[in-house]
């Protein structure tokens, strides 16, 4: 059985492909390195949340690694005992995230190394996912054909570009849609920083006529807050205070969360969707419950073709459209692999389990 090395970095990225782990673990014996924001020792000593989801992480997975690396531990492993790395993500962030660094002492021993997207984003610029080709992996998991036809327009060798879906999503199979709340999903809000123009606060509320929208469908509103840590938000109570003050403010009945231990079942939840282009909302498409996504709040990445993208004044009709059109299928199938039948984990391992078999 060939050893494997899964590196965390980051859980707000790789919670997409940490439910691999279990099936990894049928084909591969698989180790853990814990770096970054995954590590106790790390960066973050503490976390801008009430729920520690390293803590999650642990309880889940543990048991499938055969063993377990802390933070310092990447300078002195003994790389030639692993046939294969899989990283979180596909960045390098010098010694914080030293995937440039692993890269060669790995490659010594000509082992595979995988990256994986890291986020929905515009593919323009500074590409993560083509730029570190051959210097932080070999191989880089996109989530469907539309982000490998985006990065075709960068590179002609798209051979290194694997199509893995978003796993994470593999587990919505299990639930049922209860329609109970309208959920929003912003990106930033009006007491932080605001790098896109379109943030959550009173006026956002009156734009998007929240209240009719309650009232026309007579369901609960849930607002669900972006993970973040000290260095870029507010504390995390600070955040949740001030969006119930908003909905109190606009006569809204609702309630309002950051962190959450199952977030399919928050999207099984939603009678229907209001957000900017977070991949939660792949999510409720993959449902097939009626999103709006709203332009101006992020990048538009892989939302780029799906119909219900909108003016923050087209909501209603948006929602009412979907009702009627029912799931996107052509939609799923292009932007997630096996997105439509939630096989992404079935495709993802057999990828690797297909190089690894070719490796001499």
Request: aromatic share 12%; glycine share 8%; net charge neutral.
């Given at each position: ?29 698989v180790s853990l390195l814990v770096m970054h924001a995954m590590s106790y ?125 978003i796993p994470s999503n593999d587990g919505l199979k299990n639930y049922k ?184």
């Open positions: 059985m060939k050893n494997i090395l899964f590196v965390a970095f980051c859980y707000k990225q790789g919670e997409r492909v940490y439910p691999t782990i279990p099936e990894l673990s049928k084909h591969f014996n020792d790390g960066v973050y000593k503490t976390t801008n949340a009430d729920i520690d989801t390293r803590d999650l992480f642990h309880q889940r997975y543990d048991k499938y690694f055969s063993k377990i690396y802390r933070d310092g531990d990447w300078k002195t492993i003994d790389y030639s005992q692993f046939d294969a790395i899989i990283y979180d993500d596909c960045r390098d962030k010098g010694t914080k995230i030293p995937t440039k660094i692993i890269y060669p002492m790995a490659k010594k021993h000509g082992i595979k190394i995988f990256g994986n997207q890291h986020g929905n984003r515009d593919f323009k610029g500074h590409v993560y996912e083509i730029d570190h080709h051959k210097s932080v992996f070999d191989y880089c998991f996109l989530f469907g054909e539309f982000h490998k036809d985006k990065c075709s327009e960068l590179t002609n060798d798209t051979s290194f570009l694997l199509l893995g879906g849609r209860t329609k109970e709340n309208i959920l929003i999903i912003p990106n930033f809000i009006e007491v932080e920083r605001k790098p896109f123009p379109l943030v959550f606060g009173d006026k956002f509320v009156k734009d998007i006529k929240l209240y009719d929208l309650q009232q026309k469908y007579g369901k609960k509103v849930v607002v669900k807050l972006k993970p973040r840590d000290l260095t870029v938000g507010n504390p995390y109570q600070k955040d949740i205070e001030y969006v119930k003050s908003v909905l109190k403010n606009n006569s809204i009945e609702g309630d309002v969360i950051r962190d959450i231990e199952d977030d399919n079942l928050l999207i099984s939840q939603a009678h229907s969707v209001i957000g900017i282009t977070s991949t939660l909302c792949f999510k409720s498409i993959q449902m097939g419950i009626p999103t709006a996504i709203l332009k101006g709040g992020n990048f538009l990445g892989g939302f780029e073709n799906f119909s219900g993208v909108c003016d923050i004044n087209e909501i209603e009709q948006t929602i009412e459209n979907q009702i009627k059109k029912g799931r996107d299928i052509k939609y799923i199938e292009n932007t997630i692999k096996g997105g439509v039948n939630y096989k992404s984990t079935e495709i993802y391992v057999n990828e690797i389990l297909k190089i690894l078999e070719e490796q001499v």
